[in-house]
């Protein structure tokens, strides 16, 4: 590789692997792969729409012009601390308008992103970085008590292709602000961007209890983006509230380059909070949401409560979690306007299916019309299920992954056909709705957040007093789904101690199981696999039993 002086430059830290050009021929044959990047059209809307707000902040609006401004000066910057095209640049970030500079920054200097939710800690952050052979990480000095810069400087003594870790809205020559304003007076660092590249790899947890790298080109990006919002009527200059973390797919896509496809300007949220949402919506005329199922339910009873109808607001997409029908019915009488409705979809596939918002009993009732994608349904041998009976939902669609990071675990998931497995049963109508009714995958779904049950009973087994143990889904009130291990222990041990042997671990807060359940053994099937389907059926029944009223 030749740098623009003509002098030799190194090669990116990471390759990726090829995608099987089978996967790839019927998107390209058919053209339903969009030919520009973000960057294309950040410099188009900086010159035909500078004025118009592109993100909205606490620290206030940032136009289109501004954006391309500072993403160019950042994307010269990264250049000149010598990172090259194809190199990765992750960033834990909470939702600030520096992000959507840094992921736009990276597009016109030819860097693919990882975006790490900010709730990891040590453990998961060594294994992401190390995998994809990040070379440069961006994060807060300190945010909610956590001193990250202190954790990137410990994940970094590990991980040598690791040679810079930024701050943001921090101090010194290493701080976002810092580049952007010495970039502003370096050569332009905009490469041209094949679409069909690798954009974004994206860790999430799977059965196994490793994560994987989910790899994104920016065409299966911008299609999805394209797509959903069109679907969901979104016009130019029109606000969208993005309160999802923009590190998981959904914030990323809908929050930081939702605005750069449809035009549209979102207005981030940097923590939840309904009150300040119902003030958001108003002041911003807000048309739409994608978040998950527990904030939908509060934002409804906020409106109620205040007595606010909100009627600019005409959508709230919401999934993750399952999503009970009386909990779209319930929201949408609290407002004048608002169809809530369910979408199905996962890192690898995002939304497979877009929602119905004109029909609101389909709305409650399915996870909505499948759009974009070739879905089937097939049983444990892969014969195709006709509509209406269960079966595991695979699909293939020019929105899907490109692969992960790991070959192997691509050819398990993709098969020849080039459908994904999605792990997950459902039924198809004849409408075209999709309705999940359950997962094969060992995930627990907490408010949105995927965690791997698996992980959790590596660590716990480590605990001396644990003989045995099983981490299972239990409902949540709130969250839909919280954690609970249920322990064959050696002898008598707290639940405290248990609890903090996972903290110690390194893995994130929300990974420590919420409740522990002391039982004599696992039950098993004749092959000794674990029948976790009992142990949710039991947790359940103990919880139901504690909520009901007392007698009299």
């Given at each position: 590789m030749m740098?623009?002086?003509?002098?030799?430059?190194?090669?990116p830290a990471?390759?990726w692997p090829?995608v099987?050009?089978?996967?790839?021929?019927?998107?390209?044959?058919?053209?339903?792969?969009?030919?520009?990047?973000?960057?294309?059209r950040?410099?188009?809307?900086a010159?035909?729409?500078?004025?118009?707000p592109?993100?909205i902040?606490?620290a206030?609006?940032?136009?289109?012009?501004a954006?391309?401004?500072d993403?160019?000066?950042?994307?010269?910057?990264?250049?000149?601390?010598?990172?090259?095209?194809?190199?990765?640049?992750?960033f834990?970030l909470p939702n600030?308008?520096e992000?959507?500079?840094?992921n736009?920054?990276?597009?016109?200097?030819?860097?693919?992103?990882?975006?790490i939710?900010?709730?990891?800690?040590?453990?998961?952050?060594?294994?992401?970085?190390?995998?994809?052979?990040?070379r440069a990480?961006f994060?807060p000095?300190?945010?909610?008590?956590v001193?990250?810069?202190?954790?990137?400087?410990?994940?970094?003594?590990?991980?040598?292709?690791?040679?810079?870790?930024?701050?943001?809205?921090?101090?010194?020559?290493?701080?976002?602000?810092?580049?952007?304003?010495?970039?502003?007076?370096?050569?332009?660092a905009r490469?041209?961007?094949d679409?069909?590249?690798?954009?974004m790899?994206?860790?999430?947890?799977?059965?196994?209890?490793r994560?994987?790298?989910?790899?994104?080109?920016?065409?299966?990006?911008?299609?999805?983006?394209?797509?959903?919002?069109?679907?969901w009527?979104?016009?130019?200059?029109?606000?969208?509230?993005?309160?999802?973390p923009?590190?998981?797919?959904?914030?990323?896509?809908?929050?930081l380059?939702?605005?750069?496809?449809?035009?549209?300007?979102?207005?981030?949220?940097?923590?939840?909070?309904?009150?300040?949402?119902?003030?958001?919506?108003?002041r911003?005329?807000?048309v739409?949401?994608?978040?998950?199922t527990?904030?939908?339910v509060?934002?409804?009873?906020?409106a109620?409560?205040a007595?606010?109808?909100l009627?600019?607001f005409?959508?709230?997409?919401?999934?993750?979690a399952?999503?009970?029908?009386?909990?779209?019915?319930?929201?949408?009488?609290?407002?004048?306007?608002?169809?809530?409705?369910?979408?199905?979809?996962?890192?690898?596939?995002?939304?497979?299916?877009?929602?119905?918002?004109?029909?609101?009993?389909?709305?409650?009732?399915?996870?909505?019309r499948i759009?974009?994608?070739?879905?089937?349904i097939?049983d444990e041998?892969?014969h195709?299920l006709?509509?209406g009976?269960?079966?595991?939902?695979l699909?293939?669609?020019?929105?899907?992954?490109?692969g992960?990071?790991?070959p192997a675990?691509t050819?398990?998931?993709?098969?020849?056909q080039?459908?994904f497995r999605?792990?997950?049963l459902?039924?198809?109508?004849?409408?075209?709705?999709?309705?999940?009714?359950g997962?094969k995958?060992?995930?627990?779904i907490?408010g949105?957040?995927n965690?791997?049950?698996?992980?959790?009973e590596q660590?716990?087994?480590t605990?001396?007093?644990v003989?045995?143990?099983?981490?299972?889904?239990?409902?949540?009130a709130r969250?839909?789904?919280?954690?609970?291990?249920?322990?064959?222990?050696?002898?008598?041990?707290?639940?405290?101690?248990l609890a903090a042997?996972?903290?110690?671990?390194?893995?994130?807060?929300?990974?420590?199981?919420?409740?522990?359940?002391m039982?004599a053994?696992?039950?098993?099937?004749a092959?000794?696999?674990v029948?976790?389907?009992q142990?949710?059926a039991?947790?359940a029944?103990?919880i139901?039993?504690?909520?009901?009223?007392?007698?009299?």
């Amino acid at each position: 590789m030749m740098n623009d002086s003509g002098e030799s430059a190194r090669e990116p830290a990471r390759s990726w692997p090829a995608v099987p050009a089978a996967h790839q021929a019927p998107f390209v044959s058919d053209g339903l792969w969009p030919h520009q990047t973000i960057a294309d059209r950040a410099a188009d809307l900086a010159a035909t729409r500078p004025d118009d707000p592109c993100i909205i902040d606490d620290a206030g609006v940032l136009t289109f012009a501004a954006l391309w401004a500072d993403a160019q000066a950042l994307a010269a910057s990264l250049r000149a601390r010598g990172l090259v095209p194809g190199d990765v640049v992750a960033f834990q970030l909470p939702n600030w308008r520096e992000a959507a500079v840094l992921n736009l920054a990276c597009v016109v200097a030819g860097l693919v992103v990882n975006p790490i939710v900010p709730i990891y800690r040590d453990a998961e952050m060594r294994m992401m970085l190390g995998d994809g052979a990040a070379r440069a990480l961006f994060v807060p000095t300190v945010f909610r008590k956590v001193d990250h810069a202190a954790m990137a400087a410990r994940v970094q003594a590990d991980l040598p292709a690791l040679t810079h870790v930024f701050t943001v809205r921090g101090e010194g020559p290493d701080d976002l602000a810092s580049l952007v304003a010495a970039g502003r007076s370096l050569p332009d660092a905009r490469v041209v961007v094949d679409p069909m590249a690798v954009k974004m790899v994206l860790y999430t947890s799977g059965t196994t209890g490793r994560p994987k790298g989910v790899l994104h080109s920016h065409a299966t990006l911008g299609r999805v983006i394209g797509q959903s919002g069109t679907f969901w009527g979104l016009k130019p200059c029109a606000a969208v509230l993005m309160p999802s973390p923009v590190t998981h797919v959904s914030g990323f896509a809908n929050g930081l380059e939702m605005p750069l496809v449809m035009g549209t300007c979102t207005v981030l949220m940097e923590s939840w909070n309904a009150q300040e949402a119902l003030v958001l919506i108003a002041r911003h005329g807000v048309v739409g949401t994608v978040a998950a199922t527990p904030f939908l339910v509060e934002l409804a009873a906020a409106a109620r409560a205040a007595g606010e109808t909100l009627p600019t607001f005409r959508f709230f997409a919401c999934g993750g979690a399952a999503v009970a029908p009386e909990v779209i019915r319930e929201a949408r009488s609290a407002f004048a306007r608002c169809a809530p409705f369910r979408v199905f979809g996962s890192s690898e596939v995002p939304l497979v299916s877009f929602g119905w918002p004109d029909d609101p009993a389909r709305a409650a009732q399915t996870d909505g019309r499948i759009v974009d994608y070739a879905v089937r349904i097939v049983d444990e041998a892969g014969h195709d299920l006709p509509d209406g009976r269960e079966g595991e939902i695979l699909a293939r669609g020019p929105a899907m992954m490109i692969g992960y990071t790991d070959p192997a675990e691509t050819a398990k998931a993709i098969d020849a056909q080039g459908f994904f497995r999605t792990g997950d049963l459902g039924v198809r109508d004849a409408a075209g709705a999709i309705t999940v009714t359950g997962r094969k995958k060992d995930l627990i779904i907490r408010g949105g957040e995927n965690i791997s049950a698996t992980e959790i009973e590596q660590v716990l087994a480590t605990h001396p007093a644990v003989a045995d143990c099983a981490v299972v889904a239990m409902p949540h009130a709130r969250l839909g789904e919280g954690v609970c291990a249920f322990i064959v222990a050696r002898g008598a041990v707290a639940a405290a101690d248990l609890a903090a042997h996972v903290a110690a671990s390194g893995l994130a807060r929300q990974k420590i199981p919420e409740r522990f359940e002391m039982i004599a053994a696992l039950p098993r099937t004749a092959a000794g696999k674990v029948r976790k389907d009992q142990l949710r059926a039991q947790i359940a029944q103990i919880i139901a039993a504690e909520t009901l009223p007392a007698p009299g």
